[in-house]
């Protein structure tokens, strides 16, 4: 039996799996079961209620098209409370493409106005173009470029709050901005999609850390494995972007 062991919540998969952002979860599953770390998935489907929130040491929000969006931020907005408390007491959530707009107090989409679970004080208007690109951030939360891929008509303002990186390729939060995401005590909020975390390692082990130090005040690091094929992914990513752009 395992020292430790983590429970992850997915909400609504069956309705914000737009861009197979259920890759994330696989992403942190496997890199906790090659650790010999117990991990725990579960799944709050359409017809689910939404579970107690302090089960659990990870949350993770997706994205999908904008009816479903309104759908799943309507039903969360009924536990609005209970996601700040969870995130004020350091709980770990990771918000990708659609999800990200949600944490804010309001987001714009191509018909209506939708009041966000207000998480954080910030909120998000139409772009007045589309902004799609390959990214790539320099993010002071870990040593390694972050890269992925964005595709949204809207814009994030984050105010003061630190975002997830500096854009060093690609569209930010905004189609001006050169920093994308945000970040919050243990939130991270993100436009990056495809899905983000099995192409960012480091990125995943990070949000894994957060967890396991939050849950085990005795939890340090987690151990080496070899990431020599994702790292040579990322690093052919980046070396593409680059050469685009010059």
């Excluded at 983590?6 to 979860?25: F, K, T, V």
């Excluded at 303002?157 to 189609?175: C, E, F, K, M, Q």
Aim: net charge negative; with cysteine; glycine share 8%.
């Amino acid at each position: 039996m395992s020292k430790y062991d983590i429970n992850i919540l997915h909400i609504y998969p069956d309705l914000l799996n737009l861009y197979g952002d259920s890759g994330n979860i696989a992403a942190l599953t496997k890199r906790l079961t090659w650790r010999n770390i117990d991990v725990s998935v579960t799944k709050c489907l359409e017809d689910d209620k939404i579970p107690d929130l302090d089960i659990f040491d990870i949350i993770f929000l997706g994205g999908g098209s904008d009816r479903e969006q309104e759908t799943v931020c309507k039903r969360l907005c009924d536990r609005k409370e209970d996601f700040k408390k969870y995130v004020e007491n350091d709980g770990v959530l990771l918000a990708t493409c659609g999800g990200f707009p949600m944490l804010g107090n309001y987001y714009l989409n191509s018909t209506t106005k939708v009041d966000g679970l207000g998480i954080l004080d910030i909120y998000t208007d139409l772009s007045t173009k589309r902004l799609i690109s390959d990214v790539i951030l320099d993010s002071e939360l870990i040593s390694h470029p972050i890269v992925g891929f964005a595709n949204h008509a809207t814009c994030t303002h984050i105010r003061d709050y630190t975002p997830l990186g500096r854009v060093a390729h690609g569209y930010g939060n905004t189609s001006e901005s050169n920093f994308e995401g945000v970040i919050y005590k243990n939130v991270i909020g993100t436009y990056l999609h495809g899905p983000l975390l099995p192409k960012n390692p480091q990125l995943c082990d990070y949000i894994l850390t957060c967890a396991l130090k939050k849950k085990y005040s005795e939890f340090t690091e987690l151990t080496s494995i070899n990431d020599e094929l994702e790292y040579k992914a990322n690093e052919y990513m980046i070396n593409r972007f680059k050469n685009e752009k010059a």
